[in-house]
């Protein structure tokens, strides 16, 4: 069952994808699934090999095409079943609506590889369901389920998984024939009344300080090698 996980190419097709629905006048509303998973997060193997500034790097990358799916001028349903983990997690967390299957389960385990969310996770989690749980789910690294997500505002709604396109697409159909400038210009203000650019380029910084300490590597490496990390502070 494929996981959908996160890499530089994946990252950039999504964003060409992205541009080129901006552009087509005939499209009013964007749906972004991904099958049994919505998206498991990074690929942590691959993260095992680069350094800090290849981080830099791929964390500026998912801010790009993140920050692509919340500010244009579409609005964006993320319908998300199965894994919706990290990278996966912060990609809904960019859309403008998110419905879940009953399968869906959702989290920022960053932690527990030493890292901290690097796809705007810090900053898109604690305005949707506040800075207590936000704080509650990337400090603990726990995976809720899609009951719970519903229950603090992750999510807008929950279906049954053999539902959840065709409910997905009704909402679609629904925004689809609302008047799209207006629809835009609703977009833009509630964005901009929840500002976050410092915020965003602070956690950049910060993810890339995480590559340098001890602790990241030998989170990675727990994680690769399906230990138990010991972490130490530094």
Same mark, same amino acid.
């Given at each position: 069952m494929p996981l959908n996980v996160l890499e530089i190419k994946t990252l950039q097709e $999504? =964003?060409?994808?992205?541009?080129?629905?901006?552009?087509?006048?005939?499209? *009013?509303?964007?749906?972004?699934?991904?099958? @049994?998973?919505f998206c498991a997060g990074a690929n942590i193997k691959k993260m095992k090999e680069i350094n800090p500034?290849?981080?830099?790097?791929?964390?500026?990358?998912?801010?790009?095409?993140?920050?692509?799916?919340?500010?244009?001028?579409?609005?964006?349903?993320a319908a998300i079943a199965g894994y919706a983990l990290g990278g996966g997690?912060?990609?809904?967390?960019?859309?403008?609506?998110?419905?879940?299957g009953e399968s869906a389960k959702f989290g920022q385990p960053e932690v527990n $590889? =030493?890292?901290?969310?690097?796809?705007?996770?810090?900053?898109?989690?604690? *305005?949707?369901?506040?800075?207590?749980?936000? @704080?509650e789910m990337i400090f603990t690294?726990?995976?809720?389920?899609?009951?719970?997500?519903?229950?603090?505002?992750?999510?807008?709604r929950v279906e049954k998984d053999e539902e959840l396109m065709a409910k997905a697409e009704e909402m679609a159909t629904?925004?689809?024939?609302?008047?799209?400038?207006?629809?835009k210009m609703?977009?833009?203000?509630?964005?901009?009344?929840?500002?976050?650019?410092?915020?965003?380029?602070?956690e950049i910084a910060f993810f890339v300080q995480c590559f340098a300490t001890q602790d990241c590597m030998e989170g990675i490496n727990a994680f690769v090698e399906k230990g138990k990390?010991?972490?130490k502070g530094v």
């Open positions: $999504l =964003g060409g994808s992205l541009a080129d629905l901006e552009k087509d006048d005939q499209i *009013r509303a964007i749906i972004i699934a991904g099958g @049994k998973n500034k290849e981080a830099e790097a791929f964390s500026r990358l998912g801010h790009e095409v993140y920050n692509q799916v919340e500010t244009m001028g579409k609005p964006v349903i997690c912060e990609l809904a967390l960019a859309c403008d609506i998110r419905i879940a $590889l =030493g890292l901290i969310p690097g796809f705007g996770g810090t900053q898109r989690l604690s *305005r949707l369901v506040g800075v207590g749980k936000a @704080k690294g726990e995976i809720i389920d899609a009951k719970e997500a519903e229950s603090i505002g992750l999510v807008n629904i925004i689809a024939q609302k008047a799209p400038v207006a629809v609703v977009k833009k203000l509630i964005n901009e009344n929840q500002e976050i650019k410092k915020g965003l380029e602070k990390p010991r972490f």
